[in-house]
């Protein structure tokens, strides 16, 4: 095999290496998101209730201030 071919042949294989490489992230990053989804619907549970939690903070505060020897 001459220089020319030899090259060819390990920019083939490279190629294949770097296809399954990406094969392989692709699969990697559909597992990572299967099993972080119960926490991004959680975190995001709790950014829709924010406002709702600080509504009630802000209650109980007033209500403490209130009324101090409960």
């Known amino acids: 095999m001459n220089g020319r ?3 060819e042949r390990q920019k083939t294989q490279l190629l294949r290496q770097i296809q399954q490489q990406r094969l ?3 699969a ?12 991004d619907r959680g975190w995001h549970t709790l950014l829709s209730l924010r ?3 600080m509504v009630g903070s802000s209650l109980m505060a007033v ?6 020897h409960f």
Not at 28 to 39: F, G, V
Not at 63 to 68: L, T
Request: glycine share 0%; charged share 25%.
């Open 5 to 7: 071919q030899e090259r």
């Open 24 to 26: 392989e992230l692709s």
């Open 28 to 39: 990697c990053r559909r597992h990572w998101h299967e099993a972080t989804a119960p926490l």
């Open 51 to 53: 406002s709702w939690l």
């Open 63 to 68: 209500w403490s201030v209130r009324h101090p």
